[in-house]
């Protein structure tokens, strides 16, 4: 009976010293990044999606889904930036952004490694372009003119017609792009905050508070993002976070603003084209950021102000 129970011990121990390297093989194993071969026949295949998409014509899916399934470890990071590097307007913001999508998945370290490469593509390839300018009253319908015959008349609107075309087909790419500009902005801004790097949320605050000065709608964007972070943050980076967002949704409190949307343009067949405007009231979104911030930091919360409160207080006190 002792041999046989002996004899079980040593199988019990001996199992156990075999399957304990292969767990811990198991758990240490990370996935493989992208090959060099892999990741340019895949900016290939964006490239000629970008064109494909510039000229409002279908893109190819399986692309748009080998994009999005990307892993990157070290190795394949060296690669990608050297393709960010290179790309150029105005398909460069497209494909910028589907390089760098499946970084949000990624490790810190790694977004730590390629966060410069990302801020940089994006000044370059990301900016915010102006609507072409609209000769005044070059494309605006005529009024009853005395002595106009009906022929002459419609030879007239035809040619505005023919104008109208061709200022909404200069205007349509414009918009197109800034479209993309924004997704681009408010991924790279994303990625600062993962990055998880007091460098790096000093500057992603930067970007937020300089989009509210400027009375960009992507500041709003942006406190969603963090928003959004917050709950996971660690005690002490949430509380230097939390003092800054509060600082300033305080300054703010009782302020109502338009916001210029730079995604959304909003294109006039005969008149200036302009982006879409909207109306918020910052510290509402900036104080309860600061609330959700607080449970992280562990920090009292603050009452904020309901609309009417605020309505109610500009009518009194003025902005």
């Given at each position: 009976m002792n041999v046989c129970f002996r004899f079980l011990i040593v199988l019990s121990l001996a199992a156990t010293c075999v399957a304990a390297p292969a767990a811990d093989k198991k758990a240490a194993k990370k996935p493989k990044g992208i090959?060099?071969?892999?990741?340019?026949?895949?900016?290939?295949?964006?490239?000629?999606?970008?064109?494909?998409?510039?000229?409002?014509?279908?893109?190819?899916?399986?692309?748009?889904?080998?994009?999005?399934?990307?892993?990157?470890?070290?190795?394949?990071?060296?690669?990608?930036?050297?393709?960010?590097?290179?790309?150029?307007?105005?398909?460069?913001?497209?494909?910028?952004?589907?390089?760098?999508?499946?970084?949000?998945?990624?490790?810190?370290?790694?977004?730590?490694?390629?966060?410069?490469?990302?801020?940089?593509?994006q000044r370059r390839v990301g900016t915010y372009m102006k609507m072409p300018p609209c000769p005044k009253g070059a494309v605006k319908l005529p009024g009853y003119q005395e002595g106009f015959d009906a022929e002459q008349m419609l030879r007239r609107l035809d040619a505005i017609q023919e104008k109208r075309q061709k200022k909404m087909d200069r205007e349509r790419p414009v918009a197109k792009h800034n479209r993309a500009a924004y997704r681009l902005e408010q991924l790279v801004y994303r990625l600062l905050l993962l990055a998880d790097e007091t460098k790096h949320d000093n500057h992603a605050i930067n970007m937020l508070v300089k989009a509210e000065r400027m009375k960009l709608y992507s500041f709003i964007d942006m406190v969603g993002t963090l928003g959004n972070l917050a709950p996971k943050m660690e005690q002490e980076r949430a509380e230097k976070i939390h003092k800054l967002i509060l600082k300033l949704g305080t300054h703010l409190k009782w302020k109502a603003k338009s916001y210029l949307h730079p995604g959304k343009s909003v294109i006039s067949p005969g008149g200036e084209s302009t982006f879409f405007k909207q109306h918020a009231f910052p510290g509402i979104h900036l104080l309860n950021l600061a609330n959700k911030l607080a449970k992280a930091a562990k920090a009292p919360a603050v009452k904020v102000p309901i609309r009417e409160e605020i309505d109610a207080h500009i009518a009194r006190h003025g902005q």
């Open positions: 090959s060099k071969e892999k990741l340019e026949a895949l900016v290939k295949g964006l490239e000629a999606n970008a064109q494909a998409w510039l000229k409002d014509e279908a893109v190819d899916e399986k692309i748009e889904r080998q994009a999005r399934r990307v892993v990157h470890d070290e190795n394949s990071l060296t690669q990608l930036r050297i393709r960010l590097a290179v790309l150029q307007k105005p398909s460069g913001v497209y494909v910028a952004y589907r390089l760098l999508d499946p970084l949000q998945r990624a490790d810190k370290e790694l977004i730590r490694k390629v966060i410069a490469s990302a801020k940089s593509t």
